[in-house]
């Protein structure tokens, strides 16, 4: 065949499709396709909310990710016809004490050099915005284009549709090999032309990969809530709405079945997919802070996922330093974002050889 790819997340998903797409055939492999980090994902499709200072070359990805969204999900509703789950209903920021709101502030320019027009609200607008906000605010910041996709139904329509676009499916682990263009599963060897990991944190794992580009890979753990309101009972958000709550982050995503979405910590840790009591505490602890109507809210689930974190926050996507393997991973804290056009580059990248610009930024051989 022409194209094995090791892992069924947002980023094997979208090569998949886009690959199949374009004539080849493809094979998914993974025991578990759209469980892994991309299943634990809020959702947010926000490149200027996502900005961290320093992060000036990742940005530009983000962007242009971000213009991708909106089609990219149509186009997989009407081929699959499923929901896409995309939804363009914009976020707000806002700090909670003094110190929160300084840090907000500290980072508009940089916002605003990168061609960001974010719009710093008062807190009595930023709660016209957002009726559901409490009173205990310092400072809003409106970000309008940054928007979300319910990501299980996203995955759920991606997978269909590559169902549809004629990807087969292995339902085993496998690992890239030492013998050109093959792959060891558990109960069988795949040959293909390309091979392209895309297996998230598990990337580290396959120990034929060059060893330094595996080294830049470490998982940061976030565990996330999900929450039920009741429309008819209590307030719940429209918008997505980000917040700084005595220095710490934490975001509440609405979803239309009125599902709501909390997260996430950010944890520097090996492997370890435990909910702890400390997690739950502080994320519900920052949320009401903000949003005294969480306490009304049905508690329906926590979750943790890696997330795959690359030391420069930039992805690892494109070439090796063999011709048969290739990468479409290392997207950290914005895989979801940067997916569709992850699935974008790396089918026009195995068609030309060639990755197109922004994604070329992201080579693996940076690491080399
Ligand atoms: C709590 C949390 C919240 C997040 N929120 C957001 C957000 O709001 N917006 C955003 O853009 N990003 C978000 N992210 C980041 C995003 O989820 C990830 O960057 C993205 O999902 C990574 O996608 P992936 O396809 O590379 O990996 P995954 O989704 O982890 O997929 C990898 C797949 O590979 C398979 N696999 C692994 N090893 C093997 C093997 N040996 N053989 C076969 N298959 C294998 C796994 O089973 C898995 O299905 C969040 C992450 C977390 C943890």
């Known amino acids: 065949m022409d194209l094995v790819i090791i892992g069924g997340g947002i980023a094997g998903l979208t090569t998949a499709r886009e690959a199949a797409r374009s004539g080849m055939s493809v094979t998914v492999v993974d025991p578990t396709p759209t469980h892994g980090a991309s299943y634990a994902a809020a959702g947010m499709i ?39 789950g995309y939804v363009d209903h914009g976020t707000v920021v ?10 907000l502030l500290r980072h508009l320019p940089a916002q605003r050099a990168l061609g960001f027009t974010p719009e710093v609200l008062t807190t009595r607008e930023v709660r016209e915005r957002e009726p559901a906000l409490g009173p205990n605010l310092s400072v809003g910041i409106a ?29 085993e682990t496998a690992q890239v090999t ?47 809530l999900r929450l039920q309101a009741d429309r008819r009972t209590s307030a719940m958000p429209e918008l997505t709405v980000r917040a700084l709550v005595r220095g710490k982050s934490v975001y509440i995503v609405p979803r239309p079945s ?27 602890r920052d949320a009401r ?24 926050h930039l992805p ?41 610009s922004p994604m070329s930024n992201a080579s693996p051989l940076r690491f080399l």
Request: hydrophobic residues 45%.
């Open 289 to 312: 802070a903000i949003m005294p109507s969480v306490d009304e809210w049905a508690f329906t689930e926590s979750w943790a996922g890696m997330r795959p974190t690359t030391h420069d």
């Open 46 to 84: 926000a490149p200027l909310t996502e900005y961290h200072i320093g992060d000036e070359r990742l940005t530009p990805l983000l962007v242009a990710a971000a213009h991708v969204w909106p089609a990219y999900a149509a186009r997989i509703a009407d081929e699959s016809g499923l929901p896409s």
């Open 316 to 356: 690892i996507v494109g070439a090796s330093t063999r011709s048969d393997v290739h990468y479409a991973t290392g997207h950290g804290r914005n895989g979801i974002l940067l997916g569709p056009l992850t699935g974008l580059s790396m089918a026009e990248y195995l068609r030309s050889g060639v990755m197109p």
């Open 143 to 171: 970000a309008p284009a940054d928007h979300a996709v319910h990501n299980r139904e996203f995955l759920a329509a991606l997978l269909r549709a590559c169902e549809l676009a004629g990807v087969e499916f292995v339902y």
């Open 178 to 224: 030492a013998i050109p263009h093959l792959v060891q599963c558990e109960s069988q060897q795949l040959r293909a032309e390309h091979i392209v990991v895309a297996a998230g944190i598990d990337t580290v794992r396959q120990a034929a990969l060059e060893a330094p580009i595996r080294a830049a890979i470490r998982p940061v753990k976030g565990q996330i």
């Open 94 to 103: 806002v700090g909670h004490d003094v110190d929160d709101k300084a840090e």
């Open 258 to 284: 009125g599902e709501v979405v909390i997260g996430a910590t950010v944890e520097e840790r090996q492997f370890d997919l435990g909910a702890t009591a400390a997690g739950v505490f502080e994320l519900l």
